[in-house]
């Protein structure tokens, strides 16, 4: 997505360790314009395919869901991050290892939102390590819905949350793939 | 807002201890044609002000407001909850106090994201005791912003929350006020 990888070019900032801030319109401030130029692109590439509920993360992943959904004229549900040790019973748990935080959480969303007759989206704003996305694949199965495919906006290729996404069989889609960034410089290399 | 008296009366589940559920179109899953029409009645309440920034807190909040902000035609910047000890330097912080989760926490926004140009309208989903719009305001205020107003889209009307926002003066929309709930006959009462 030609708008999304200038956007990147534009005010991206790729730090120490691998990191490509993107917090200036993406995932703190958040440009809802943008957004539903990538709700009306994720609606194009998922064009024919029956999706009736797009599932999310919290939180930067909420605002992007929410925006994308209206394209797609279905409701959002978001998996909730959780440390408490006491989980309710009606809900669907999975656990995500975070490499960014360093830390291992649940993910948990509610019986009553998410069941057998769901053709589920995955929507999320990053995909590095694939974790995140993964535990979501997990709560879809785990409700006995069906998994359409995944959206995400920006992927890092040159992490393997991609491939193995892609290796699973799911339909992954993301608008804008890095293939290397340089710190130094300051330049990112979009896959072609 | 009629529509979303309306619909907090057929879907919304008064439980003991005045808990209000409105998980299935307001706070977990997400009725995102519901939030358009919201964000319409924001636009037409806040009819002539001049906003240019919308604010918001994780994770709940996120998704009405990247839809209001469509209504608006603005930006959406989310302050972020944090318990960690060691905040950088190039954000401003304040303490919010949760009396539903019993605990204290910081939220902070990146300098970068909210200054002295900004005309802000505060969004969120929920105002009961009105911790998190006051540390919301506050933010406003160490960034040198202009605080425009707030609006919430369902105030419990029988705690202080919106009686101390509107005492401080700040133009404060609640969608639906609610003035009791009967957790034995599920009836829910609303302000005219």
Redesign the interface.
């Known amino acids: 997505m030609q708008l999304l990888k200038d956007r990147i070019r534009r005010d991206g900032k790729v730090k120490e360790g691998n990191v490509l801030k993107v ?3 993406l995932n ?6 943008l ?2 130029e990538i709700g009306k692109e994720f609606k194009r590439r998922f064009e024919g395919e029956e999706i009736n509920k797009i599932l999310t993360i ?3 992943g ?6 994308v ?2 394209s797609f ?6 998996a ?1 991050k959780t440390q408490t040790k006491n989980i309710a019973a009606d809900v669907y748990k999975s656990r995500v290892e975070s490499f960014t935080h360093g830390r291992v959480y649940d993910i948990i ?2 019986q ?2 998410l069941g057998p007759k769901d053709k589920v989206l995955l929507i999320d704003d990053f995909l590095a390590n694939g974790k995140a996305l993964e535990g979501l694949a997990d709560l879809v199965r785990l409700a006995g819905a069906t998994l359409v495919g995944a959206g995400v906006v920006i992927e890092k290729g040159f992490q393997p949350g991609g491939d193995a996404i892609r290796a699973k069989g799911i339909h992954l889609e993301s608008l804008a793939i890095v293939e290397s960034m340089d710190e130094k410089t300051g330049e990112i290399t979009f896959r072609e």
Request: hydrophobic share 45%; glycine share 4%.
């Open positions: 917090d200036s319109f703190h401030q958040m440009d809802t314009k957004f539903r919290e939180a930067s909420i605002g992007i869901a929410c925006v959904a209206e004229d279905v409701p959002v549900v978001f909730k969303v509610s009553e939102f």
